[in-house]
C-alpha cells in the first residue's frame, strides 16, 4: 500500500504561471517532507523541504506547504519557467530515517 | 560539495548473471539508500543501510541483497538477474535524522537485463 501518493501523474502548465504539485500521505509519524526534482537520465535533487511542525516553507520560486491534519502537502512554483520542466517526487521520512517517495508528477512549462 | 557515485551510468547484463552495482559517498553519511526508479512507479526503496554492517529491507527487497563493509560505500547485489530487473537504480545518502537532512543521490544506473 503506497504511503506517499501523487495523484496527478503529469501537469501542463504555462510559463509565467503558477504550478501547483500535490502529494498526500497516510502514515502521520512522517517527520520531513522534502521535494526533488528529476531529469531524466539524472539522478534526482533536492528541492524544498518542510518539517511536519510547521505549516509552510519558501525558497525563491518555491513554497512547499503542508497540511497535518489532511496529510497533504503541494508545492507552488510561482512563477513558473520552461527550465523547470521535470519529473517532481513527493517524499516523507519516517521514524527510521528512511525515505519514502510518491510516484511523480511531469511539470511541463510551455511558453 | 555532496558527492554520491555510482559505479557504472549504463550496464547490460544476461539473465542469471550476478550483478553488483556500486555506490559511494564522500560526506560521511551514516545512511545509505538503494531504489529503484520504473515508469509509473515512482521511487521504490529496495534496501537501506544507517551504519556499517547494518541494513533493513524496504518495499521491494526480493531478488536483491546489499553490503556496507565501510561507511562511505553501498553495494547492491542482484543474485541472478531477471529481465524484471531491468530497471533505473538509483543510490543515496544522507545523514542520520536531525534537521534538515536530505538525501543525495547519485546519477543512477540504467540496467539492461537480456
Known amino acids: 500500500d503506497q504511503q506517499v501518493k501523487q495523484n496527478s501523474p503529469s501537469l501542463s502548465v504555462q510559463e509565467g504561471r503558477i504550478s501547483i504539485l500535490n502529494c498526500d500521505y497516510t502514515n502521520s509519524m512522517f517527520d520531513y517532507f522534502l521535494w526533488y526534482k528529476k531529469y531524466p537520465a539524472e539522478g534526482p535533487t533536492f528541492l524544498i523541504s518542510i518539517s511536519s511542525i510547521k505549516d509552510k516553507n519558501e525558497d525563491g520560486r518555491f513554497t512547499v506547504f503542508l497540511n497535518k491534519s489532511a496529510k497533504h502537502l503541494s508545492l507552488h512554483i510561482v512563477p513558473s519557467q520552461p527550465g523547470d520542466s521535470a519529473v517532481y517526487f513527493c517524499a516523507a521520512r519516517d521514524d527510521t530515517d528512511k525515505l519514502i517517495f510518491g510516484t511523480g508528477t511531469r511539470l511541463q512549462v510551455f511558453p | 560539495d555532496v558527492k554520491v557515485t555510482q559505479s557504472s551510468r549504463y550496464l547490460v547484463k544476461r539473465t542469471g548473471e550476478k550483478v553488483f552495482l556500486e555506490c559511494v559517498q564522500d560526506m560521511d553519511h551514516e545512511n545509505m539508500f538503494w531504489y529503484r526508479q520504473d515508469p509509473g512507479l515512482g521511487l521504490r526503496l529496495i534496501y537501506f543501510?544507517?551504519?556499517?554492517?547494518?541494513?533493513e529491507k524496504g518495499d521491494i527487497p526480493e531478488g536483491y541483497s546489499v553490503s556496507r563493509e565501510k561507511k562511505e560505500r553501498f553495494s547492491l547485489i542482484l543474485e541472478s538477474a531477471s529481465t524484471n530487473q531491468t530497471s533505473m537504480y538509483l543510490c543515496a545518502s544522507s545523514f542520520h535524522t536531525g534537521g534538515a537532512s536530505e538525501a543525495f543521490f547519485g546519477q543512477g544506473t540504467r540496467l539492461t537485463v537480456v
Open positions: 543501510s544507517y551504519d556499517v554492517k547494518m541494513k
